[in-house]
């Protein structure tokens, strides 16, 4: 039996360094983030939001609600056509799910992504048309390029043929198992988040709180995993860390007072912003 690593702050030190005095974005990457269904274009901005907040120094949204043409929140975030979205130049990471839905236009974009030579993290609305597919499986698997899927138990379930309580059952053997038949790096959300590599590598994270069972959460956690990436991390060590700094971010608003009970997914990410910040400064 594998008995997964503790992800511990003393393990992450060094995989970032602070920025040098001459930096420009185009040294930070870029992130393309598709998906904003008409109904559902807050998730994609939660994760661009939490993208920007995190360091990446582009990032693009490809909505497929087309009549959204700017974030008044943040209009740092560059609102294109989904197709743009996905051709990015490296370093970059592209980020397929968050609002997603389930048309015909949204596994074109799922299909078109798997192809791309991109690290690709596919989550929420993207796990379901992929656990249904068995096309787009069979694109999965022969990618060359890094892919991480990041499930809920639910999703989990639906991409192994089991129910939620089967897989939460057996978190650690449900994880692997993913990591396996597909051949892709994986994170299973939930208490004590699960990283697992087809290398059979597992972690398991030691931040978070109750607090973050809260609407948008999975979709600022897709963000900064992606900026983490574009930023020079591989898939494995951006999963690593974004979901350690995404629960202690938690951890320290709820220490603050500001929670558990109606966390914001927008307060997390806004929190691991000066939280990485704290962590680079010490590093």
């Known amino acids: 039996m594998v008995v997964p690593m503790d992800i511990r702050l003393d393990v992450l030190r060094g995989w970032l360094k602070p920025r040098p005095v001459d930096s420009h974005k185009g040294d930070f990457g870029s992130v393309g983030v598709v998906g904003g269904a008409p109904g559902m274009v807050g998730a994609a901005l939660l994760a661009g939001r939490a993208a920007l907040w995190l360091g990446a120094g582009r990032v693009y949204i490809g909505v497929l609600d087309n009549r959204i043409a700017a974030d008044p929140m943040m209009p740092e975030l560059m609102i294109v056509p989904p197709e743009h979205a996905l051709e990015l130049a490296p ?3 592209l980020v397929l799910g968050p609002g997603l839905g389930h048309s015909g236009t949204a596994r074109q974009c799922l299909a078109d992504a798997l192809r791309k030579p991109l690290p690709v993290l596919i989550d929420a609305d993207g796990l379901n048309l992929l656990a249904r597919d068995s096309e787009l499986q069979t694109l999965l698997k022969q990618r060359p390029a890094s892919t991480l ?4 138990p639910g999703e989990a379930g639906r991409l192994l043929g089991l129910d939620s309580q089967t897989v939460q ?8 198992q993913l990591a396996i038949r597909f051949g892709c790096n994986i994170v299973l959300k939930g208490a004590g988040s699960l990283v697992a590599t087809p290398d059979g590598q597992l972690w398991r994270n030691t931040t978070g709180n109750p607090g973050l069972a809260s609407a948008g959460m999975g979709d600022v956690l897709a963000g900064m995993i992606a900026a983490l990436v574009a930023q020079g991390l ?4 951006a999963a690593i860390y974004a979901i350690h700094l995404h629960g202690a971010a938690a951890d320290k608003l709820v220490a603050e007072g500001q929670g558990p009970v109606g966390l914001s997914a927008s307060e997390v990410a806004q929190a691991a912003r000066g939280l990485l910040n704290s962590w680079l400064k010490s590093a």
């Open 234 to 237: 591989t898939l494995e060590r």
């Open 169 to 176: 059952a057996e978190r650690t053997g449900s994880a692997r």
């Open 91 to 93: 370093p970059a990471c």
């Open 149 to 152: 899927l990041t499930p809920h």
